[in-house]
């Protein structure tokens, strides 16, 4: 059962584009959500988060899109730059009382070409 | 910056035996977090602790883990008697509310 599915394991762009990175999400009662962006064999790296109740979040060149009737969020990055090359994962919070864990999606990997 | 530290990189056992890895969350922080990705597959929640007892944890996480926190900096997730499908890396994470932490990874190797 995937509650966080990324659709597309990859995604190839030109320097200096724009990289749109998606997500969907099944559970209504998700209240935050994150990006990470990983390397091999490191661990995964917070990029960006946006909770429940805004619809967009900007930090640099990145910026979280919200649809919460779509159950839907992306990752806007631009310009892209060969450094963003990664596996890039959509994970939410699953707010269960305590804490709460993150659901992960299965990543995108994100090539750049220069 | 503070970063989550977790040790050793990589551990090579044999089926059967017990593993124990080791992380030093960040000082501050009271949510503690195991987390594992099996080659090509997604991270999966294992367990979370909060003020010293087990918060939740998944259906992964069966009667060969444990978890500790045995003093003040460290939290270990142990394996009693490891299997081939163990075989991962596992990633410690702490927070403090909203800003998930993750070490570097400790890969295990099952052999």
């Known amino acids: 059962d995937q509650q966080v599915k990324q659709n597309s394991p990859s995604l190839s762009v030109q320097e200096g584009r724009i990289s749109i990175l998606n997500c969907d999400y099944t559970?209504?009662?998700?209240?935050?959500f994150l990006w990470y962006k990983k390397y091999p064999a490191e661990g995964p790296t917070f990029l960006i988060s946006i909770s429940s109740i805004k619809d967009k979040n900007e930090d640099g060149r990145f910026t979280v899109f919200l649809n919460k009737s779509a159950k839907h969020l992306s990752l806007h990055i631009v310009p892209s730059q060969p450094g963003d090359s990664a596996v890039y994962f959509c994970?939410?919070?699953?707010?269960?009382?305590?804490?709460?864990?993150?659901?992960f999606g299965k990543g995108t990997k994100l090539s750049v070409k220069p | 910056e503070p970063e989550v530290t977790q040790t050793p990189s990589h551990q090579v056992t044999q089926m059967g035996q017990e593993v124990i890895l080791r992380c030093v969350p960040i000082?501050?922080?009271?949510?503690f977090y195991w987390y594992r990705q099996i080659l090509g597959q997604k991270v999966e929640f294992l367990v979370s602790?909060?003020?010293?007892?087990?918060?939740?944890k998944s259906e992964i996480f069966d009667d060969q883990f444990s978890v500790e926190r045995p003093d003040g900096s460290n939290f270990t997730l142990k394996i009693r008697s490891t299997k081939l499908e163990d075989s991962a890396m596992y990633f410690c994470a702490s927070t403090e509310n909203y800003g998930y932490t993750f070490g570097s990874g400790t890969r295990l190797t099952v052999v």
């Open positions: 000082s501050n922080h009271l949510y």
């Open positions: 559970n209504s009662m998700f209240d935050y």
């Open positions: 602790f909060y003020n010293n007892e087990i918060s939740e």
């Open positions: 994970a939410a919070r699953n707010y269960g009382g305590s804490q709460g864990n993150l659901i």
